[in-house]
């Protein structure tokens, strides 16, 4: 998820508001947004959001950040159609001000004036920004790429990169993605051969799944399909809702006639149908995953289906993907997920040869790299080094530290509070730390719920105790349950008449046996809940 505020006096602008889907240990989280306490404790002063491009890790954590900051959201014709999609889900579109930007024009916000340039990426109408200050020029690439051959739109504006590193930059924030990848990142176009060779010699349905986000993949995927005398079908809501927002924005050309209901896909001609599906990181629930598993209403997988996973595999996937395509294979169907006989995917961020350009272009006095992990801004900087194009200083940060640019140079200043912020997604609420810590822990031991009955008049117990448990493995469950019932009864028996009137301490004390017990027993520490039932 991506984030960055650029202060200057007291005018603050925000650039991207990203999420990111949660990682496994994350237990009952649906998606991670960044923790904005410094924005809101300076909340007066931020004037605008400023988005780059629509991908999720850059606009996703709109709906739950405009509630506390309710400010313009300035972007391009696409991301803005994205963004007002998720703002009207959320019932926050007629409170919110989108202001629609064009690649080239000049924007002021505050002190701060922005232009807004040009460059391609995986999907479409991204830019970068060119945000003019009274110490210089900033420049934040955004996620890009290099595409001398982009499947339409704007190409990528490497004029306005070389103006501004002629007039002089002060300080560029760039993508550090593909840093490890030498070279340059293969065209969007790339892709096209091997495909339209897979979905020509199909021997039956083709079934494409690519990031619903990849307006230029889908747009050649439909001109495929009509090369190949096929028709093309859309499943899965994301993928559904993006290629209507492009479509009726004329950025995607769908001939008439070209479309398959979802309904109808059943009792079309499988041999003359492409079908696109999102999933292809085999998200729960989604159409692909439902798909492979024949639990989808509309699209199965039969015996020399062609089923085509043009995405990359995202690191921590890789466990859920391969087992959806297990499925496929299982149902007999000619599955292709890598590059390995011809490309089928190719990335939407600049490798080595393309981040040793820009850096040469803009010639920075000062040189952050930005988006990846810390060894890629590590390797970023290092080839930033190695080229000799910054003219003063190398910055690595990571979140939450600050660099203050003056006359005098640049230094970094105190920390501010940054991070995550855990969201369940159904109430909207955020789920604090503590909450994650006791799921995490119920999942790895489990829970004990010992249920007592204790006269109140005597208190004796009435009967033995009983024990639920669940999660609590055990070789010898039965005869850990009778031992956890002696000693439950001995603490009873062994406490005083004041501790057996104050059903508190008398739970206290059950709990804190009953755990020193079982974690002797097991080396858990599952959690314990006692219950007393007064009789």
């Not at 960055?4 to 990203?18: K, P, S, Y």
């Not at 910055?395 to 600050?402: M, P």
């Amino acid at each position: 998820m991506n984030m960055m505020a650029l202060r200057l006096g007291d005018e603050i602008i925000v650039i991207d508001a990203g999420m990111m889907f949660p990682e496994s240990e994350l237990l009952g989280v649906d998606l991670v947004i960044p923790d904005i306490s410094y924005l809101k404790q300076n909340r007066a002063n931020v004037r605008a959001i400023v988005l780059t491009h629509g991908h999720e890790d850059h606009i996703g954590a709109l709906p739950y950040i405009l509630k506390d900051l309710n400010v313009p959201v300035y972007g391009t014709r696409f991301t803005l159609a994205l963004v007002k999609k998720r703002l009207d889900e959320a019932g926050l579109l007629e409170s919110t001000t989108l202001r629609e930007v064009l690649p080239g024009r000049l924007v002021e916000i505050g002190p701060f004036e922005i232009e807004f340039i040009s460059v391609t990426h995986s999907t479409v109408d991204c830019v970068a920004l060119a945000i003019r200050t009274p110490l210089g020029v900033v420049i934040h690439t955004g996620d890009f790429k290099i595409d001398q051959t982009p499947v339409g739109g704007a190409p990528f504006d490497l004029h306005s990169f070389a103006k501004y590193g002629n007039e002089g930059v002060l300080a560029l924030f760039s993508d550090s993605t593909n840093v490890e990848r030498p070279g340059f990142t293969p065209s969007e176009r790339a892709v096209v051969p091997r495909i339209e060779e897979l979905c020509r010699s199909a021997p039956r349905r083709a079934i494409l799944s690519c990031f619903a986000s990849s307006i230029h993949r889908i747009q050649q995927v439909i001109d495929i399909a009509a090369r190949v005398n096929r028709k093309v079908a859309f499943v899965g809501r994301s993928m559904v809702d993006n290629v209507e927002i492009a479509h009726s924005l004329e950025i995607l050309r769908i001939p008439d006639g070209m479309v398959v209901r979802p309904q109808d896909i059943r009792g079309f001609d499988p041999k003359r149908i492409i079908i696109l599906a999102s999933g292809s990181q085999a998200e729960p629930m989604s159409s692909l995953s439902r798909i492979a598993v024949d639990n989808h209403r509309f699209v199965s997988v039969d015996e020399n289906d062609s089923v085509i996973l043009s995405a990359r595999i995202i690191p921590g996937n890789e466990k859920s993907i391969f087992r959806m395509l297990d499925h496929m294979f299982r149902r007999r169907a000619l599955v292709y997920y890598d590059n390995s006989a011809g490309v089928i995917h190719v990335s939407g961020h600049g490798s080595q040869e393309e981040q040793k350009l820009l850096l040469q272009l803009v010639k920075p006095k000062y040189f952050i790299p930005v988006h990846g992990e810390y060894r890629h801004l590590f390797r970023h900087a290092a080839l930033a080094h190695q080229l000799g194009s910054v003219s003063e200083e190398i910055l690595l940060v990571e979140d939450g530290q600050s660099i203050e640019f003056t006359e005098d140079g640049a230094r970094r200043r105190d920390p501010v509070t940054a991070g995550r912020v855990c969201v369940d997604s159904g109430s909207l609420e955020e789920i604090e730390e503590v909450v994650i810590r006791d799921r995490k822990h119920l999942s790895e031991d489990g829970i004990v719920v010992p249920i007592i009955a204790i006269d109140k008049r005597t208190g004796k117990m009435e009967s033995h105790p009983e024990i639920v448990t669940r999660g609590l493995m055990s070789d010898n469950g039965q005869e850990l349950i009778a031992g956890a019932r002696v000693v439950i009864m001995k603490t009873v028996e062994e406490s005083n008449a004041e501790e057996k009137s104050d059903w508190g301490v008398i739970k206290e004390k059950i709990r804190v046996d009953l755990k020193r017990y079982i974690n002797k027993q097991t080396s858990k520490r599952p959690l314990i809940l006692p219950v007393i039932l007064e009789v």
